[in-house]
């Protein structure tokens, strides 16, 4: 089978290129950058350089697939995050449509039930409605909550502060997903073509409310007396900003999500639908992994 797969070689997409080429798939891999070109033939899987905002492009890297993988990357640049999500979202349908691919599996998120969503849920939510709107087109939408690798980035909170915190309580239960756990899902529903018509699995391995988080990653790492505070949004923004983050990076997928966390509104539709979850790697086991991180970082 011919696979087309988004994403270059993140934390997911690289997982699951190897697992489709260790079975005997044909994957075609999306890749902004050049660089990255020695690395997939290393796969043994096909590069394709172009940007995910060129839809000739796109188009073309679809021609002839059987199936695809759909990931929106990442834009430090645009001025505005939600309409680059909406729009490159939007060209991904339009190519399925004009190439006659069947299948697609779309990496979508926790809270992509809301219109008008808080932080990318709302253009998650965009995304989702224009695959669906395609006829004759298998979707799987995926749902991962908040990655687990994400913590990696508070080990020096952790190392120098002794403190973990967000804009919300440590009371606030957080959904929690590791890369490979999607990447698994995804291959799952790809290897066999595993699902018809439009169809929503969530990702969740774990729920921990920030207290939790803090005890039990403190504890891997033999850190005592780590606590959780709960920070004001401009803080928060103003922190990721001096770390590096973009404004616009910090406020979609962090402050506005941290606000649909408090209100609520972020779980309100994983919560009345977890059966339809699948995940594997609990926070503790995780914390095997940050530990490992937390060692060798200075």
Not at 7 to 30: F, P, Q, Y
Not at 113 to 138: A, C, I, R
Not at 288 to 296: G, L, N, S
Request: glycine share 8%; no cysteine.
């Amino acid at each position: 089978m011919k696979v087309t797969v988004t994403g270059s070689l993140g934390n997911i997409s690289r997982i699951l290129i190897d697992k489709l080429v260790s079975n005997g798939h044909e994957v075609k891999v999306i890749t902004s950058n050049a660089e990255r070109v020695e690395e997939i033939e290393q796969l043994n899987a096909i590069p394709l350089v172009g940007s995910v905002e060129d839809y000739e492009f796109v188009k073309s890297a679809f021609e002839g697939s059987d199936a695809v993988y759909l990931m929106i990357p990442p834009n430090f640049r645009t001025a505005d995050l939600k309409t680059y999500i909406k729009t490159v979202g939007e060209q991904y349908a339009n190519a399925l449509k004009a190439t006659g691919v069947k299948y697609a599996v779309n990496l979508s998120s926790v809270g992509a039930h809301l219109k008008n969503g808080l932080g990318p849920t709302g253009s998650n939510f965009y995304v989702e409605e224009k695959l669906n709107e395609l006829q004759d087109v298998n979707v799987l939408h995926l749902r991962p909550g908040m990655f687990l690798t994400n913590f990696y980035g508070a080990i020096p909170m952790i190392r120098h502060q002794h403190m973990l915190g967000n804009n919300f309580s440590g009371s606030v239960n957080l959904p929690l997903t590791h890369p490979k756990d999607i990447a698994a899902a995804a291959f799952s529903a790809l290897n066999d073509l595993s699902f018809s018509g439009k169809q929503i699995q969530y990702i969740i391995s774990d729920e921990k409310n920030g207290f939790e988080i803090a005890e039990i990653l403190s504890n891997a790492v033999g850190k005592s007396g780590v606590n959780w505070i709960e920070f004001s949004d401009e803080q928060l923004l103003n922190a990721l900003v001096q770390s590096g983050f973009s404004e616009q990076m910090a406020k979609v997928y962090m402050v506005e999500i941290g606000e649909a966390l408090r209100d609520g509104s972020f779980m309100e539709d994983y919560n009345k639908n977890k059966s339809l979850s699948a995940g594997g790697t609990t926070l503790l086991d995780f914390s095997k992994e940050f530990a490992v991180a937390y060692q060798y970082s200075n």
